[in-house]
């Protein structure tokens, strides 16, 4: 696959959100606005591409019984970066976003490349897998904050855009309005796409990255 592959594939046809359906936990949480789906995206973006960098170089390193959690370990230490570059200098987006900083250490979206990605391939293209896929779930964050923004308050990035005629629909600032926007937004990709997107996407278990991992731990006893 090129290199323009590798960054085009995250953003439209493997988008860990709307294609793949990863990360729905802080996609939903952190979308009542703009700024905060956009910081967050960035965020874990950060975080995706230096993570895939390390294990890259690590790869031949790292001993396969315990690569999971030196993964966890490497995301952890950028995410703690991350976090302190944000109360340095971004404290309202920080304040704004709370817990779902420290939780990019179990994003799904970052394990499963560390596991699918930047384990098997070089330092350049684990670069840009996590610049790809970090691109696709800002892309998928800040449209969702955007629109759920617009509906619930009448505002874009914060500047208000109506006058006082407008009511805002406060249920998109709330949890059903997250998940209404989600699914349509999913379903727009599907209907465009023809059913291409998630097609011969697997959910479940066989789909999982972790599925390897499990079925030899379960063989041993260690997996509940």
């Not at 995301?75 to 704004?96: D, E, H, K, R, W």
Request: with cysteine.
């Amino acid at each position: 696959m090129s290199k323009l592959g590798i960054v085009t594939k995250g953003i439209i046809k493997e988008n860990p959100v709307l294609v793949l359906l990863l990360g729905t936990c802080p996609t939903l949480a952190t979308t009542t606005g703009a700024i905060n789906g956009v910081g967050m995206g960035v965020s874990t973006m950060a975080v995706l591409i230096c993570s895939n960098i390390v294990i890259s170089i690590l790869k031949n390193v790292i001993p396969d019984k315990v690569r999971i959690p030196c993964y966890i370990v490497v995301i952890a230490g950028f995410v703690t970066l991350v976090q302190f570059m944000l109360q340095a200098y971004m404290p309202a987006l920080n304040a704004s976003l709370g817990l779902f900083i420290p939780l990019i250490v179990v994003n799904c979206i970052i394990l499963g490349r560390a596991e699918m990605f930047a384990n098997k391939n070089s330092i350049v293209d684990s670069a840009l897998d996590g610049l790809g896929m970090g691109i696709g779930f800002t892309i998928a964050l800040g449209c969702m904050g955007l629109i759920r923004e617009l509906l619930g308050s009448g505002t874009a990035f914060d500047f208000p855009l109506f006058g006082d005629g407008f009511t805002p629909m406060s249920i998109f600032m709330l949890a059903p309005g997250g998940f209404f926007v989600f699914a349509v937004l999913v379903a727009a990709i599907n209907y465009f796409s023809k059913g291409k997107a998630i097609k011969k996407k697997e959910f479940g278990c066989a789909g999982c990255a972790m599925h390897g991992t499990c079925q030899s731990a379960d063989k041993e006893g260690g997996c509940q």
